[in-house]
T-cell receptor, first 113, second 116 residues
Framework: EAQVTQNPRYLITVTGKKLTVTCSQN?????MSWYRQDPGLGLRQIYY???????DKGDVPEGYKVSRKEKRNFPLILESPSPNQTSLYFC????????????FGPGTRLTVL | AQKITQTQPGMFVQEKEAVTLDCTYD???????LFWYKQPSSGEMIFLIY??????QNATEGRYSLNFQKARKSANLVISASQLGDSAMYFC?????????????FGKGTRLHILP
C-alpha cells in the first residue's frame, strides 16, 4: 500500500530534550516536506527536500533540522524543543516534476512542556 | 513573496446546495500549481483537486471543480450537491515554479459545515 508513515503519532516531551520525528514513504517520491499546523494559521512549511542530500528552508525553519540521506526517509529533528513548537506536524511527499498531489502522513501531535 | 488568502474562516451550507470556497493567491512565478485539500475532523489531509497555471480548462474531479481565474488570481473550489460528509476544513495551497523555488504554501483554511 502506497503510504507516508510518521512516528511517533503522539509525543509529550520537555523543553530542551532533543527529539526526532521520522517520516518514510514507499512511493519513490523525490519531493518530501514537513509542515506544522496551528489553529488559525493553516499549514506552514518547515523544510522541504527535492531529492537525496538536497534540502531547503520553508517558511518556518527556525528550531528545526532535517536530513535526506535516503530517498524514502526525511526525519525532522528538534535539537532543543521549546513550548512554541507544540503543534501538529505533517510529513508529505510527491513526485518532483509531475503528479502534483502530495501524499500526507497521518500527523504527529507534539507537546513540549 | 507568495501568498494564499482564504477569506472565509467558516461557512454554513444546507445539504444538497452548491458551495464555493474562496481562494486568492499572489505570486510572481510564471509557472505554478494550485491545490485544494480537505481535512475532516479525523485529521488526515485529503487531496481534492489541482490546477496548473498553464492549464487551459478548469480542473474537475467528480463533485469538485476549481474555478480558476488567472487574471484575478483566484482559484475557488466549487462543491456541487453538498453532502454531510463534506463538513471539514478546506485548505487552498500553491506550489511555485519547480525550477526556482519549490516551496508550497497553504492558506489558513475554511471550515465548512453542512447542515441537514
Amino acid at each position: 500500500e502506497a503510504q507516508v508513515t510518521q512516528n511517533p503519532r503522539y509525543l509529550i516531551t520537555v523543553t530542551g530534550k532533543k527529539l526526532t520525528v521520522t517520516c518514510s514513504q514507499n512511493m519513490n517520491h523525490e519531493y518530501m516536506s514537513w509542515y506544522r499546523q496551528d489553529p488559525g494559521l493553516g499549514l506552514r512549511q518547515i523544510y522541504y527536500s527535492m531529492n537525496v542530500e538536497v534540502t531547503d528552508k520553508g517558511d518556518v525553519p527556525e528550531g528545526y533540522k532535517v536530513s535526506r540521506k535516503e530517498k524514502r526517509n526525511f526525519p525532522l529533528i528538534l535539537e532543543s524543543p521549546s513550548p512554541n513548537q507544540t503543534s501538529l506536524y505533517f510529513c508529505a511527499s510527491s513526485f518532483a516534476t509531475s503528479g502534483p498531489e502530495q501524499f500526507f502522513g497521518p500527523g504527529t501531535r507534539l507537546t513540549v512542556l | 513573496a507568495q501568498k494564499i488568502t482564504q477569506t472565509q474562516p467558516g461557512m454554513f451550507v444546507q445539504e444538497k446546495e452548491a458551495v464555493t470556497l474562496d481562494c486568492t493567491y499572489d505570486t510572481s512565478d510564471p509557472s505554478y500549481g494550485l491545490f485544494w485539500y480537505k481535512q475532516p475532523s479525523s485529521g488526515e489531509m485529503i487531496f481534492l483537486i489541482y490546477q496548473g497555471s498553464y492549464d487551459q480548462q478548469n480542473a474537475t474531479e467528480g463533485r469538485y471543480s476549481l474555478n480558476f481565474q488567472k487574471a484575478r488570481k483566484s482559484a475557488n473550489l466549487v462543491i456541487s450537491a453538498s453532502q454531510l460528509g463534506d463538513s471539514a476544513m478546506y485548505f487552498c495551497a500553491m506550489r511555485g515554479d519547480m525550477n526556482r523555488d519549490d516551496k508550497i504554501i497553504f492558506g489558513k483554511g475554511t471550515r465548512l459545515h453542512i447542515l441537514p
